[in-house]
């Protein structure tokens, strides 16, 4: 391969980004004019050009507030004798991860409503995390978004952001790499953005890609010595790619040669604080890099050797004996070129879970049975997973950070589609190592029911025999008031056959177990277990045991807590204030930003945003650790003058406090008729390829090509959607394949338009039509509901297996 097409394709995808935005990441609101100063409008990631970034102040920014990340880096632990692999090494090679979560520009700061999305879940096996991005077009220095940088700190797992220079081919301009290494004296201005950037968002450092051409010594030389400034001025990180040798030439190195070592180390001046290697790498050239790395005072390790997955994902082949020896030392660190082929290339979040198992644990999904024979075998085979767990209280949902609802102690509280990896539990250590003399369990993460978020954890299978499921690798000290909480559901009344299993540091592949015991119904129930008689003990692992016999064992786990005490209820947070609103649809849907004082004591894990309902219930609208937030859509109830919001914080134990509220006025009168189902949150049984999700049938459009459709190959196949309140509708209107441009032969022939007002109420059919050949169907109704779905059981005229829908729109008032 070219050994310039992996970083520079990039560039090239970012630019195209400008008129093509990935659904994936699209911004689910459409474009609505900007309240005064834009402070109801959509924030997002912050991008900059080098002279841009002089200008830049977070106190006249107004979306700086809401880019920023609350959740400072945890420590990490890692026993070599807890290792799920014994071929894979702890205290040797690591992995940086490179990824584009989303475009340069328009990149949402905290999340939307949509739940395809990148939602990594192996952090236990990433030393750092670049924010993968830059464009020519659009900016050359983009800063993380907060919800991967809390995701990240939450595992202890280091944020970049990115500095890109890209060559003239691409957009690139020597200007830029000139104007970024400008001094004011003895200062370096663009430099001191940087770090404050990183300090204000806070992050930890930044990658630096230079491959614009035409650049001398001297400017090599700048560049160099902007970074030992940084580095003597902060604590920002960098790290540097083989690119730019000290000639200031352009020119790949596929080692750390005598040609781009400087930029790692120069004398006595650390300049950078790793490199990343290019991939067109070979034995000698990183035995050499080794050697050379050590001769200069520097770890071997703090080099990470390239490999590209973006195009090819596990299929990628790679020489893992070169960089990773059987019964020898690593040679270096590993550096990952976009691996989230695994979502990109996912036709459903069920593949993307599939995908990401296979690329990071192996072919058996279990980071204890790789296979090292495989072209892949699965990194956990290689590198040895690390824990953020080493302090109390310890609390998981098995929350991914995404899902298709909401629930909030065990209650639905939003319905529809979402992402945010603020709200991302710490993953299970060992996903998945279950040891058992007869038939294994299966654990899963379910995305069917929850008790805190939109996820749980799954145990089904035959029981037949002793099953121990790892989960997680921990040192948390056990004193004598410590509680282990799990709460658990059960398909019906009775034994749960569970019993939480820990081991201790003094014995750690020792299990002491603790009998959960039964449940009493078939809701979300919790157990609490004492922990006191092992006080003065630190607990190694924590783990669930499932005994005795059970042909079609099936029990969700939606949270375990170790804490001391009792859950603690947070102080509530104060002076709620809506910055700002814009309207989305005028007088019936708005955006709001919101702040507030956060509540005091610093036990707070994160904030819930509300709407209060007529009949008493709320809405959930949101949720930040930060104190910002923006509401993406407020939907207007029939008339009313006024919505009160509420905030409330969620303390680190899961103990909520007082509401902070205020209310939000409307203006004029609610449409007469209007598409209640436009932009609203949409799901599906399934989609045919990660452009193809619902939200793409509701985003008011069928003229954006034949990607702008709702398409599904799932046996059963559905599309429901939540107007956000129960509304009066009029009408349904369907626009099939042809209304998009498709041949009619895709249009669908037989389908059903069910309603339904709560979400555990039964569906009623207001619509059965059989025998459809038209592009664009209209089915008057008089009904009230919230929720409504489309069915489809015959999908094309022709025997075509794939469901197409363009838009499904719900008219109402």
């Known amino acids: 391969m070219s050994r310039r097409l992996p970083l520079l394709l990039s560039a090239a995808l970012a630019t195209a980004a400008l008129t093509v935005t990935p659904a994936a990441w699209a911004d689910p609101i459409p474009a609505a004019a900007p309240a005064a100063g834009g402070q109801g409008t959509q924030p997002f990631a912050s991008y900059w050009y080098p002279d841009t970034i002089l200008n830049w102040d977070p106190a006249t920014d107004p979306d700086a507030r809401f880019n920023r990340s609350r959740v400072p880096l945890q420590p990490r632990t890692g026993d070599p004798a807890l290792r799920a692999n014994p071929n894979a090494r702890a205290g040797e090679g690591k992995i940086a991860s490179l990824v584009s979560f989303g475009p340069t520009s328009n990149n949402p700061s905290q999340g939307s409503a949509d739940p395809n999305y990148y939602a990594f879940g192996y952090w236990q096996y990433v030393d750092k995390l670049v924010f993968w991005g830059g464009s020519a077009g659009e900016g050359l220095i983009l ?84 970074m030992q400034y940084t580095k003597a001025q902060s ?90 020896p059987s019964g020898k030392a690593h040679t270096t660190s590993l550096g990952l070129y976009r691996p989230e082929w695994t979502w990109k290339s996912a036709t459903d979040r069920a593949d993307f879970y599939a995908k990401d198992s296979r690329y990071w644990v192996g072919a058996n999904n279990d980071p204890s049975r790789t296979d090292l024979s495989a072209g892949w075998p699965g990194l956990a085979g290689y590198v040895a997973e690390s824990s953020p767990i080493t302090a109390k209280p310890f609390v998981t949902n098995f929350d991914t950070g995404q899902g298709d609802f909401y629930n909030a102690s065990g209650t639905r509280v939003a319905t529809g589609g979402w992402n945010n990896l603020s709200l991302q539990d710490v993953p299970p250590t060992y996903r998945w190592v279950v040891e058992s003399s007869g038939s294994r369990l299966t654990p899963s993460v379910d995305f069917t029911d929850a008790y805190q978020g939109g996820s749980s954890l799954r145990l089904s299978g035959r029981l037949d025999a002793a099953n121990t499921v790892r989960l997680y690798q921990t040192k948390l ?217 619902p939200a793409k049938a509701v985003n008011g459009s069928v003229s954006g090509g034949t990607a702008d459709k709702w398409c599904a190959l799932t046996a059963a196949k559905s599309l429901e959607v939540d107007l956000g309140s129960a509304k009066q509708l009029a009408k349904f209107v369907v626009k099939h394949a042809s209304a998009g441009g498709e041949s009619t032969s895709f249009n669908t022939r037989d389908f059903a338009v069910q309603v339904r007002s709560g979400a555990n109420d039964p569906w009623t059919t207001v619509a059965d039509v059989t025998g459809n050949t038209a592009g664009t169907t209209t089915h008057p109704v008089n009904t009230t509901a919230r929720y409504v779905r489309l069915v489809v059981t015959t999908p094309t005229q022709n025997g075509d297996p794939a469901a197409r829908i363009y838009e499904f729109e719900a008219w109402g008032a």
């Open 143 to 226: 800063a993380p978004n907060p919800t991967v940088i809390d995701a990240a700190h939450r595992n202890g797992v280091k944020v970049y952001g990115t500095v890109f220079f890209p060559p003239g081919a691409y957009g690139g301009q020597l200007q830029w790499v000139r104007d970024f290494v400008q001094k004011s004296g003895s200062r370096y201005p663009v430099a001191d953005k940087l770090a404050q950037a990183a300090q204000y968002y806070g992050f930890d450092g930044w990658f630096i890609n230079q491959e614009t051409g035409g650049g001398d010594s001297a400017l090599a030389g700048e560049l160099r010595s902007l």
């Open 235 to 324: 604590g920002t990180e960098f790290m540097w790619y083989d690119a730019m040798t000290t000639s200031g030439a352009v020119n790949w190195q596929n080692a750390l040669t005598s040609a781009n070592s400087p930029f790692l180390q120069e004398g006595s001046k650390r300049t950078s604080d790793s490199m990343f290697l290019n991939f067109n790498w070979s034995a000698s050239g990183l035995n050499s890099s080794r050697t050379l790395a050590r001769q200069l005072g520097r770890s071997e390790y703090d080099l990470y050797t390239g490999i590209d997955t973006e195009a090819n994902g596990y299929n990628t082949g790679v020489d893992w004996k070169t960089l990773f």
């Open 477 to 693: 000290p056990v004193a004598a008031n410590t509680r282990l909480d799990l709460v658990v559901k059960t398909p019906a009344a009775g034994p749960t056959r569970l019993k939480a299993a820990v081991s201790f540091t003094d014995a750690p592949s020792t299990f002491t177990t603790l009998d959960v015991g039964a449940n009493s119904g078939t809701g979300w129930e919790r157990h609490g277990l004492d922990l006191s008689p092992y006080a003065g003990r630190t607990i190694a692992q924590i783990a669930l045991r499932a005994e005795g016999s059970d042909p079609g064992y099936d029990l969700r786990v939606g949270q375990v807590a170790v804490y001391d005490g009792s859950v603690e209820t947070p102080a509530a947070p104060a002076g709620l204030t809506v910055l700002g609103a814009a309207d989305v649809t005028p007088g019936s849907s708005q955006s709001l930003r919101l702040s507030w004082t956060a509540a005091p004591g610093g036990n707070v894990h994160h904030y819930e945003v509300y709407r209060r309902n007529a009949d008493g219930s709320r809405t959930f609208l949101g949720a930040t650790p930060n104190d910002a937030y923006f509401v993406g859509r407020l939907d207007r109830a029939g008339g009313e003058s006024a919505t009160t919001l509420d905030v409330e914080a969620v303390s680190t134990t899961y103990g909520r406090s007082a509401a902070a509220s205020t209310t939000v006025g409307w203006n004029g009168t609610p449409p007469t008729s209007a598409n209640l189902a436009l932009n609203r949150p949409a799901t599906a049984s399934g989609q045919c390829n990660a452009d193809e999700g």
